[in-house]
């Protein structure tokens, strides 16, 4: 089995081949890990939810607290891609730490990513000062990568890799770090009480699971998810 420092690398190789600028992830400092989730691989398709909903989703952890509006949504095949824009909002305290500035300082802010497979997931922020001469100048970028691999019908293997160009000294990556442990030990209690309410309600989950327009990513992706599995079952039995 790979390890997930390969994993990492080969996760930044598809990321160069994506819309994340090339110029971003030339070595950034980085942080990777890998754990068990004891949670279906048909669930992968909530990260695409739990990227969207940061405004309610690890409020308390990374004090995203101004992603409360439905992200812009396009889907090309089975490609799902979000964006999300914030105008001179105040930063939360992780990104102010790492950018070196006040937290609540306003700064410009977009968010974008994509449900790539069944298999990955990427997302990235850039941040941009209002105040600087350059009004299109990028001050730091975030990216980061999901990767999962199924074990069976309940648990999967699941990657991950995240990496920044600023705030990288050895104290604020080691901030970095435990915060980011912090936020996936959320996500992996959310997705395995998810999984344990599925497995003991034998319904069609549309019959009881309510989305509305800000799940549009997340939706969006569990159907991708859904055909690629159509695909793989038809071609078995054929």
């Given at each position: 089995m790979c390890s997930a420092?390969?994993?990492?690398?080969?996760?930044?190789?598809?990321?160069?081949?994506?819309?994340?600028?090339?110029?971003?992830?030339?070595?950034?400092?980085?942080?990777?890990?890998?754990?068990?989730?004891?949670?279906?691989?048909?669930?992968?398709?909530?990260?695409?939810?739990?990227?969207?909903h940061f405004g309610y989703v690890h409020a308390s952890t990374f004090k995203i607290t101004d992603w409360v509006d439905p992200p812009k949504v396009a889907v090309e095949g089975d490609k799902v891609t979000f964006s999300q824009s914030f105008v001179e909002s105040p930063l939360p305290p992780p990104f102010a730490a790492a950018l070196g500035v006040a937290p609540g300082t306003p700064f410009n802010r977009e968010n974008h990513g994509s449900f790539v497979s069944p298999a990955l997931q990427v997302a990235a922020v850039d941040f941009i000062d209002p105040r600087a001469a350059d009004k299109q100048a990028i001050a730091g970028r975030f990216r980061i990568a999901h990767a999962t691999t199924p074990i069976n019908g309940t648990s999967m293997l699941y990657y991950y890799t995240l990496g920044r160009d600023h705030g990288t000294s050895p104290q604020l990556m080691q901030g970095f770090e435990t915060l980011s442990k912090i936020g996936f030990d959320e996500d992996k209690r959310i997705l395995e009480a998810i999984q344990a309410a599925r497995l003991k309600d034998p319904r069609d989950?549309?019959?009881?699971?309510?989305?509305?327009?800000?799940?549009?990513?997340?939706?969006?992706?569990?159907?991708?998810?859904?055909?690629?599995?159509e695909r793989e079952t038809d071609g078995a039995a054929a």
């Amino acid at each position: 089995m790979c390890s997930a420092v390969t994993v990492a690398l080969l996760l930044m190789r598809v990321a160069r081949a994506s819309r994340f600028p090339p110029c971003a992830l030339q070595s950034p400092p980085s942080k990777s890990d890998r754990f068990l989730w004891s949670s279906g691989h048909r669930l992968f398709g909530f990260i695409s939810a739990i990227l969207t909903h940061f405004g309610y989703v690890h409020a308390s952890t990374f004090k995203i607290t101004d992603w409360v509006d439905p992200p812009k949504v396009a889907v090309e095949g089975d490609k799902v891609t979000f964006s999300q824009s914030f105008v001179e909002s105040p930063l939360p305290p992780p990104f102010a730490a790492a950018l070196g500035v006040a937290p609540g300082t306003p700064f410009n802010r977009e968010n974008h990513g994509s449900f790539v497979s069944p298999a990955l997931q990427v997302a990235a922020v850039d941040f941009i000062d209002p105040r600087a001469a350059d009004k299109q100048a990028i001050a730091g970028r975030f990216r980061i990568a999901h990767a999962t691999t199924p074990i069976n019908g309940t648990s999967m293997l699941y990657y991950y890799t995240l990496g920044r160009d600023h705030g990288t000294s050895p104290q604020l990556m080691q901030g970095f770090e435990t915060l980011s442990k912090i936020g996936f030990d959320e996500d992996k209690r959310i997705l395995e009480a998810i999984q344990a309410a599925r497995l003991k309600d034998p319904r069609d989950p549309a019959e009881w699971e309510v989305s509305v327009k800000s799940d549009a990513a997340g939706v969006q992706a569990r159907r991708a998810l859904a055909r690629w599995m159509e695909r793989e079952t038809d071609g078995a039995a054929a």
